[in-house]
Nanobody
């Protein structure tokens, strides 16, 4: 059974930092793409960042470039999203998603499996 479990969300002031974790199980972790997505109230879910576990290639949404960093620890089957210089507009539920055996980007429809999400709230 594929499982993705997010953690690390919380409440932080603008300018602060959080690190999200996505622990994966149930598939071959070293041959997949893991993506982070977010959904704010009343808005569509959008891609934030993704990483290929096989070659480490990454991609970022323009809105987070230079502030967020995605990384992967294949020994722990875990992907991290380090979020710095947080802004109130980063407030959302953050989800990780997996596309096993495929190269994927920031299109949510490319992903087969999803976690339950973790809330990130940035106060002004």
């Amino acid at each position: 059974e594929v499982q993705l479990v997010e953690s690390g969300g919380g409440l932080v002031q603008a300018g602060g930092s959080l690190r999200l974790s996505c622990a994966a199980s149930g598939f071959t972790f070293d041959d997949c793409t893991i993506g982070w997505f977010r959904q704010a109230p009343g808005k569509e879910r959008e891609g934030v960042s993704c990483i290929s576990s096989s070659d480490g290639s990454t991609d970022y949404a323009d809105s987070v470039k230079g502030r967020f960093t995605i990384s992967s620890d294949n020994a722990k089957n875990t992907v991290y999203l380090q979020m710095n210089s947080l802004k109130p507009e980063d407030t959302a539920v953050y989800y990780c998603a997996a596309d096993p055996g495929e190269e994927a980007g920031l299109d949510l429809y490319e992903y087969d499996y999803w976690g339950q999400g973790t809330q990130v709230t940035v106060s002004s």
